[in-house]
């Protein structure tokens, strides 16, 4: 058996692979769109080429491996769908009217390196490419169909929109646990349970191992979120790339705030771990999502 | 043959009628979204309800109809996605950063009678939501992919995005006739395109049969965009529903701003014709699309 740190070295060696392959992606998509005036263009490569952690993509991916046996060209086409959708989402968060935020992903934020008009419209590009390439890309229509169906739901009124005006509105109140997990499985995790099915209906998944990839999205993206706001209050603005201590500053309601930063890195473990045991049934092939939920602790050690 | 009038008041009540369909539609598909928060669900119904010409829907209906017969399901899901597409546009492109104004359809804009922050996601969500409906709701998946790549191609930043960028940078510009028809082209003349294209696929038309719509649909978004700015300069803001005289105001590039107000009448005449010439191969069945070309005139009378 390989040492812990060999295994470490592996993960982060099968991480940057995947990372390289959703960044070719991304710029071959962008490059296809022929009809782009070019300010705009400059707008979308620079937010699509921010040095992301690409993690829904690559939950993608390694899903589609997992259950396929191989990524294909329909999963490659969901990651970059996916990441289309989370950038889009930073780039109107980061607005003036929702957290107003200089600084992402270590960079000016798109409206601070454009202007405000530009981030409303480029976000909105982003939006819509991300349904457009999914549609004419994924060579299987009742696939496209279903692909579209998860990304949507995810990131619409009833998901990740739904999360964004709860946090807004939770602003300067006192938090309860079940707000809290409203906003984030709604914020965070409907999108990292959407990244796995994808993956899964790529590989052509059978009702039961969706429901376990369903599982182990859902717990992966509620852990990100509580590992997110941890290192919110515990790291500095260099070490995140955005903003550091913006959520005590706006009121924000956080695990940390609202449990303690303890309790919180208690519960962050527990879902790592319920994460791990939503893919027992998979063996040994599912080894590097169970190393990705483990990485979420990493990050705040 | 019916006298001029009586065929204006059969266009008046079979446009009634398709209004009506398209707010039922509308309303029946939100309905249907369960998880959504009450108070983004209020900002969704505010701006889907407000008193809307609903051109580009009837488009659909109207165009389905002329090949396949009868308007069905599939087209009154088309039409209700293209209208939650055009709504979003007008939602976020009266936000402040972008044309910043305080009436839209008679009735405050949508960041006036909620805020900002609720604006922007409502209309993130309207966007969303089109490209769900149509994935879920249309019958036939190869259908249905078609629909969303021309409503992603048309919508998207090489379509009415990039018409916003352009027609945003030009303001306090001296503009030609070259960019202004790139303005209109992109802004509004694709969105109609695009509406007796989805019509024209949902009635299974032929290559021929779609390529006659998309001349007509350019011609009428051409045509309507001119009358459109016309009317801005010549109608009072109760008039309009929306704030009169802004374009001026914002040094907007325009037709009457660059040609003079006689030679943009001239244009619109001009398109009018042009559309109602695009359909002529399709006899009497086209008459309906005909008059809807000839109303844009009568708007400015």
Redesign the interface.
């Given at each position: 058996m390989p040492s812990s740190k060999s295994t470490s070295l592996d993960f982060n060696a099968a991480l940057t692979e995947k990372v390289q392959i959703v960044n070719e992606t991304l710029n071959r998509l962008l490059a296809e769109?022929?009809?782009?005036?070019e300010?705009?263009?400059e707008a979308?490569e620079y937010t699509l080429s921010a040095p992301g952690k690409r993690i829904r993509s690559a939950m993608v991916l390694w899903s589609c491996e997992l259950i396929g046996r191989r990524e294909d060209g329909n999963a490659r086409t969901a990651a970059a769908a996916i990441e289309m959708v989370h950038t889009?989402s930073l780039v109107?968060d980061d607005?003036p009217?929702?957290d107003d935020d200089d600084l992402r992903r270590g960079r000016p934020t798109c409206?601070k390196a454009f202007?405000?008009?530009?981030?409303?419209?480029a976000?909105?590009?982003l939006?819509?490419?991300a349904?457009?390439v999914?549609?004419?890309r994924?060579d299987d229509?009742?696939l496209?169909?279903?692909l579209?169906?998860q990304l949507?739901?995810a990131?619409?009124?009833?998901?990740m929109?739904?999360g964004?005006?709860?946090d807004?509105?939770a602003e300067n109140t006192v938090g309860s646990v079940e707000m809290l997990e409203y906003i984030h499985t709604n914020k965070t995790a409907k999108m990292f349970r959407c990244a796995a099915l994808m993956g899964g209906l790529c590989g052509k998944a059978t009702p039961e191992q969706l429901d376990a990839l369903g599982r182990y999205g859902l717990a992966m993206g509620l852990g990100f979120q509580i590992a997110d706001d941890i290192l919110d209050v515990s790291a500095s603005s260099e070490q995140l790339g955005k903003t550091a201590g913006k959520d005590v500053k706006a009121a924000k309601c956080t695990y940390p705030a609202v449990v303690g930063i303890e309790e919180a890195r208690e519960l962050e473990r527990a879902l790592a771990h319920e994460a791990v045991a939503a893919l027992e049934s998979f063996g040994p092939g599912a080894q590097v999502l169970r190393q990705l939920a483990m990485a979420l602790l990493d990050r705040n050690r």
């Open positions: 769109q022929r009809e782009v005036p300010n705009l263009r979308l889009y109107h607005l009217a929702m409206h202007d405000e008009a530009t981030a409303v419209l976000g909105d590009a939006l819509t490419l349904f457009e999914l549609a004419e994924v229509p009742a496209a169909t279903r579209i169906s949507a739901q990131a619409g009124p009833g998901g929109i739904a964004q005006i709860a807004l509105r």
